[in-house]
């Protein structure tokens, strides 16, 4: 089948063509990364007006680059949450009426199953698989023992992991987003400071993250009042190290636990350098297959959209008319 697929949650507005779930026939994303930039994070009335500028140009060029016309396309796909509403809206609103204006089926989508499924246009699910995921909102272990079937078994009490890289990159002055600058900087710094790790009660998979971010801007805060020099590398690497630590030492507990086949890293904070390594090295012995995205499919796109849509188009789940953005959607 053929889906189109658009995504709008955030600061991206993206349209991708999807043939049987696996195939991308095109992925146009338009960031506005760089509009954003200049406020140190995404201004949401800001967002919900470039997407209104940008959607139909983006689903044109998917369609175009695609080769494929309108009438071919056998369903539309729209992320419906969670995100940003204003920012949701757009997309909906212009999936719904495509769906209407040439009858065909509309489907609803999760962003985070997206990110998830972003890893099947890579290679084939196998049962039953864990799912790190890691973005700007979200940090969670989320368990699969089918497609389509998502159990949440930890996730962040506090801040998401790539919230934490943004905030203390701001603390840092460094530009937004902060996660691709921290990472960098990281690779050319040492663990000096020691920062702690948040390992929470023990058999805890759940996460969190303030308490670092804490942690850094307080060192950063008595480096500087101590007038004393520092290296930005070297306080990058820290807080990286202690990000990576315990996001790779809880999957592995959880994999191991779960006895799962598979496991998969997705959302934007998979484009670290540094975890996917980490990861790599943790279970590079292990009877697990491991599966990290691409890094043009770890940061906010349609294609992965139109992923996670296959299953619920092979489904028959449907929705209708009355579909509405919703900002605070939950997993499964
Ligand atoms: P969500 O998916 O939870 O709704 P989002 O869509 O805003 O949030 P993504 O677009 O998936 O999140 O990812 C963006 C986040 O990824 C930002 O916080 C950014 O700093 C982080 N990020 C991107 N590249 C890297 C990197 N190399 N290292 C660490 N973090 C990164
Ligand atoms: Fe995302
Ligand atoms: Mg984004």
């Not at 759940?206 to 590398?233: A, C, H």
């Given at each position: 089948e053929m889906i189109l697929a658009i995504e709008t949650s955030c600061d991206e507005t993206a349209a991708a063509v999807i043939k049987g779930g696996t195939e991308i026939l095109s992925n146009v994303v338009a960031t506005q990364m760089e509009i954003h930039e200049q406020f140190g994070g995404v201004v949401p009335e800001i967002a919900s007006r470039h997407h209104i500028e940008q959607i139909t140009l983006v689903i044109e060029q998917a369609l175009n680059e695609a080769d494929v016309s309108m009438d071919e396309v056998d369903a539309f796909a729209v992320t419906e949450g969670p995100g940003l509403v204003g920012a949701l809206l757009i997309g909906v609103n212009a999936a719904k009426t495509l769906a209407f204006a040439h009858n065909k089926p509309l489907i609803g989508v999760h962003h985070i199953a997206g990110h998830i499924y972003a890893n099947r246009l890579e290679k084939e699910f196998q049962f039953p698989l864990l799912s790190l995921v890691v973005s700007g909102g979200h940090t969670e272990l989320i368990y699969m023992k089918e497609h389509g079937h998502y159990e949440v078994i930890g996730e962040t009490r506090d801040d998401a992991a790539g919230e934490a890289y943004d905030k203390v990159a701001k603390a840092l002055k460094l530009p937004y987003p902060g996660g691709p600058v921290i990472d960098q900087l990281a690779q050319e710094g040492e663990d000096v400071y020691n920062f702690p790790r948040a390992w929470?009660?023990?058999?805890?998979?759940?996460?969190?993250?303030?308490?670092?971010?804490?942690?850094?801007?307080?060192?950063?805060?008595?480096?500087?009042?101590?007038?004393?020099?520092?290296?930005?590398?070297?306080?990058?690497?820290?807080?990286?190290?202690?990000?990576?630590?315990?996001?790779?030492?809880?999957?592995?507990?959880?994999?191991?636990?779960?006895?799962?086949?598979?496991?998969?890293?997705?959302?934007?904070?998979?484009?670290?350098?540094?975890?996917?390594?980490?990861?790599?090295?943790?279970?590079?012995?292990?009877?697990?297959?491991?599966?990290?995205?691409?890094?043009?499919?770890?940061?906010?796109?349609?294609?992965?959209?139109?992923?996670?849509?296959s299953i619920e188009y092979h489904n028959g789940q449907f929705k209708d008319s009355k579909l509405n953005a919703n900002p605070g959607l939950m997993l499964g």
């Open positions: 929470l009660e023990k058999d805890s998979y759940d996460f969190s993250f303030s308490g670092l971010k804490t942690s850094v801007i307080n060192k950063l805060n008595q480096l500087n009042q101590k007038g004393e020099s520092y290296r930005t590398e070297d306080l990058a690497a820290s807080f990286q190290n202690s990000v990576i630590d315990v996001l790779v030492q809880k999957t592995y507990q959880a994999a191991k636990d779960l006895e799962v086949k598979q496991l998969i890293v997705a959302g934007g904070v998979s484009a670290n350098k540094g975890l996917r390594e980490a990861i790599n090295q943790k279970f590079q012995d292990e009877d697990i297959e491991l599966m990290i995205p691409p890094l043009y499919l770890c940061t906010d796109n349609a294609a992965m959209i139109g992923a996670a849509a």
